[in-house]
Structures are given as C-alpha cells and as structure tokens.
C-alpha cells in the first residue's frame, strides 16, 4: 500500500482520504476507531485497500507485517476533544502513540505527515509564532492542547523536528463533521439553529476590549487543510512544525453573518451568557502567523471566509448534509 491515514474515518482524515482519490489515489491503509459513532459514514463513497482499528494497525504495522514500502504517512489520528478529562488516555492516544508511529517512519524514512494543534497555544499569551523555539515555551489550557504539545517538543527536543512535518490547525470547519457532537464547528451548529429558530446563538464578551460577538478566530476550510497537506507531501524538501490557519482572525459575528448571507436570510444574532466553566479558559483571540510557511517556499492562499462558508452550507449542507 502507498499510505497510511490515521484517523481516516474521523472528520479531517476522511477528507484526506477523500484529497488522495482525488488525486487519483486509492491504495491507503485507513486506521481509525470507529466503535458506535456514525463517522463510518465519512468512508461511505471512498475508495481504499483496507481498513485497520487503530490499536491493531500499529500492532500490525510495529510487527513488520505491512512488507510494501509506503509513499507518506498522514497521522490525522487523535482524541480531540477540548473537554476530555482523563488525561492517561489522552497522553496514551495522543501522544506515545504518536511517538510510536512516528518511529516507525522515521526509522524507514517514510515522509511523516501529523496534525499538531492551535490548543497548543494556551491563552495566547506568547502569540501564536510557529518557531521552535515559542513551541518550548507554551502552557495550553487543556490536556489536548498539552498532548499535542508534549509530541511537539519531543520532536524539537531529539531533533527531529526538520524530518517531519507537523500542522498546527486552527479553527477548520466544513463536510463530514457531522459525527463530532459538541465539537462541530459554529457554522453547522449555527445553520441548524437557523433552520430551528431563525436565530445563532452566539456567547457575550466578558472582556471590556472586545464586544459580543466581536471575539475572533482564525478561521479554515477542511479542503484547504487537506489541500496543503497532499501538497506538502509533493514536496519532499519542506519539514517543520508550521500553523495551519487563514493568517487572518475574523470575529464570530463576521462568522454568523457569512452563514445568514449563504442561506439568503436577514441576520439575528442572540447573544448568551457563557457556562462558568469556560470563562476562564476561553481565547478571545486566535490568529495564525503564516510567515515561516511561505519563507518555507509554500504558496498557501486560504479561501476566504465567505466563499467558504458559502460552499458548505449550500453545496453540502442544504442538500442535506452530504459528505465529501
């Protein structure tokens, strides 16, 4: 088989399998946990050699049973949830396993390919520079952010760093989220309360400087992620951790109007009190600084917000929250 793909199942790695088929690939080990979720349905439609749980894949794979040479492995793999708290399972599934998969490749030199994470950044406090040297000094606000992290430093820390390539991704949104609960993006939570009640629901600031609705996010499309990543394995000569991101923070009002103005309704934005337990993690602010990137020689050109959104809402989820 030519790739791995971790995570293939789940919301960005789906997209990635989806990417490589595009690209007229379809010899790809898909590694993920599918258990009683309903994201086996990302796989609906996409062409692909085999399908291995995640803990029998690297069993198999560490067991040299895999005897083919792989072209890239994209380690998209990993718990996600912000609110997470057994943090033994995360520090297992994020970040040993990383490891572990990690080398394996480096070991064959296989080009590897893995999601980092904007969490990593904590409150934003030391800004959001992807230098290895700002990624030794951070303090995220979760145990995701700090899994991914931790798999961060190690690489940076065994100089191994420049023989990879890692992704820190902001904000993405777009098809074949649909599975992820309370994690889905605000564009598809907010099309859904739109359709219920004509309304989003956005949280009020509780910080003098910003206004409701006016705090800000980097914003990306799930096709421009997987984009760069199939384009970043093109280039064998390019290896980093680099962030992930439009490069231009917009504020979720901007967010709800995109949406309102995709679904060709007058906006109505209520504002509402946030719960107790995030007021005091939550980022009033993320933007990607995208300069290491294209010093890099990487051409990346994020499409913007309102075409974006504009493409999921009426190409995927008003016909009925179809898939890639």
């Known amino acids: 088989m ?3 793909v971790t995570g293939g199942a789940g919301f960005i790695g789906s997209a990635m399998v989806w990417k490589l088929n595009q690209a007229g690939e379809s010899d790809i080990l898909v590694a993920d946990h599918l258990g009683s979720s309903e994201k086996w349905q990302n ?3 996409k062409v692909f050699a085999d399908y291995l749980e995640k803990d029998i894949f690297l069993e198999e794979l560490l ?6 040479v792989f072209k890239a ?10 609110t997470e708290a057994d943090a033994t399972y995360m ?3 994020n970040y040993h396993y990383s490891k572990r998969l990690a080398q394996w490749a480096l070991a064959k030199n296989i080009p590897f390919i893995y999601a980092s994470s904007a ?6 406090s030391l800004g959001y520079s992807d230098e290895d040297a700002v990624s030794l000094k951070l303090q995220p606000l979760n145990v995701y952010g700090y899994s991914k992290l931790l798999f961060d430093q190690w690489l940076i820390r065994n100089n191994l760093v420049h023989k990879v390539v890692g992704l820190k991704y902001f904000n993405v949104f777009g098809p074949n989220e649909y599975h992820k609960g309370e994690m889905r993006s605000v564009v598809l939570k907010g099309y859904e309360q739109i359709k219920k009640d004509g309304k989003i629901k956005l949280f009020r600031s509780y910080r003098n400087e910003f206004a409701d609705g006016e705090q800000k996010r980097d914003f990306i499309y799930v096709k421009d992620v997987v984009n760069l990543m199939y384009q970043l394995y093109l280039n064998n000569k390019v290896r980093g951790v680099f962030n992930l991101g439009s490069g231009a923070a917009r504020s979720w009002n901007d967010l709800a109007g995109a949406i309102f103005n995709a679904l060709g309704t007058k906006p109505h934005v209520e504002y509402i009190e946030m719960p107790d337990i995030l007021k005091e993690k939550y980022q009033y602010f993320t933007e990607a600084k995208m300069d290491k990137l294209a010093t890099a020689g990487i051409n990346f050109t994020a499409t913007p917000l309102e075409e974006a959104v504009a493409d999921y809402v009426r190409a995927y989820l008003e016909p009925g929250m179809r898939y890639l």
Do not use: R
Request: aromatic share 12%.
């Open 2 to 4: 030519k790739f791995i």
């Open 43 to 45: 796989l609906n439609g």
């Open 63 to 68: 067991a040299g049973k895999f005897g083919s």
């Open 73 to 82: 492995v994209f380690h998209i793999g990993a718990c996600s949830s912000t």
């Open 91 to 93: 520090m297992e599934n």
């Open 119 to 124: 969490a990593t950044y904590g409150d934003g």
